[in-house]
Structure formats: structure tokens, C-alpha cells
């Protein structure tokens, strides 16, 4: 059974930081692209950032220069570092595993979402 579950949310004042993880287990996670996600209130889930296997990086231009995802395949974790925190970057994050190979895919497979309230 595939499980992610998403920690290192909560409440940071406009300008701060914050570390996401997600760990996966149920999955070769080593194979597996791994992104972030976030759905603010009202609003449609958006795509925040990715990282391949390869290790190679994508991000939204919103949070391009702020945010960081990086993997450690050692420990099945991805994470997504928040700096320069702004009132708009709040919603439910969420982590997300997806392979293709070939004509197959696998997944995606979502975490429950963790909550990132900016606010002062």
C-alpha cells in the first residue's frame, strides 16, 4: 500500500520560512518524479514545484527564487523549502508521487495535505 504523508506545516508571519517533508513508503521511491501541490480556499489545486528522478527541478514563476524541492532517496523523503513567506502562499500542501514508463504510469498518489497559514 502506498502511503505519503506530508508534515511541516503550520503558522509563520509574512517574510518566514518553512520546511515541508513528505516520506513515502509502498513505492521504489527512488523512480518515482515527486512534486507539490497546494489548493488555497475557493481555488483550484495548483502544481507549486516538481523534481524528476534525475533530480531535475520545475517551479511556478510565483515561487521560483523562493522555494526549494529537493529528495533524499535514502530516506524516501522530498521537501519543500519556503522562504520569503507570503500572505498568498497559504493553502494545503499536499505531495504527490507519478512514474511513466513507457505507456504506463503509475499513480499519482496524493499525502492528506498538510496547512501553511501566512499571517501576521
Known amino acids: 500500500q502506498v502511503q505519503l504523508v506530508e508534515s511541516g506545516g503550520g503558522l509563520v508571519q509574512p517574510g518566514g520560512s518553512l520546511r515541508l517533508s513528505c516520506e513515502a513508503s509502498?513505492?521504489?521511491?527512488?523512480?518515482?518524479?515527486m512534486g507539490w501541490y497546494r489548493q488555497a480556499p475557493g481555488k483550484q489545486r495548483e502544481l507549486v514545484a516538481t523534481?524528476?528522478?534525475?533530480?531535475?527541478?520545475n517551479y511556478i514563476d510565483s515561487v521560483k527564487g523562493r522555494f526549494t524541492i529537493s529528495r533524499d532517496n535514502a530516506k524516501n523523503t522530498v521537501y519543500l523549502q519556503m522562504n520569503t513567506l507570503k500572505p498568498e502562499d497559504t493553502a494545503v500542501y499536499y505531495c504527490?508521487?507519478?512514474?511513466?514508463?513507457?505507456?504506463?504510469?503509475?499513480?499519482?498518489?496524493w499525502g492528506q495535505g498538510t496547512q501553511v497559514t501566512v499571517s501576521s
Open positions: 509502498g513505492i521504489i521511491f527512488s523512480i518515482y518524479s
Open positions: 504527490n508521487a507519478l512514474r511513466t514508463y513507457s505507456i504506463s504510469t503509475y499513480g499519482p498518489y
Open positions: 523534481i524528476t528522478s534525475g533530480g531535475s527541478t
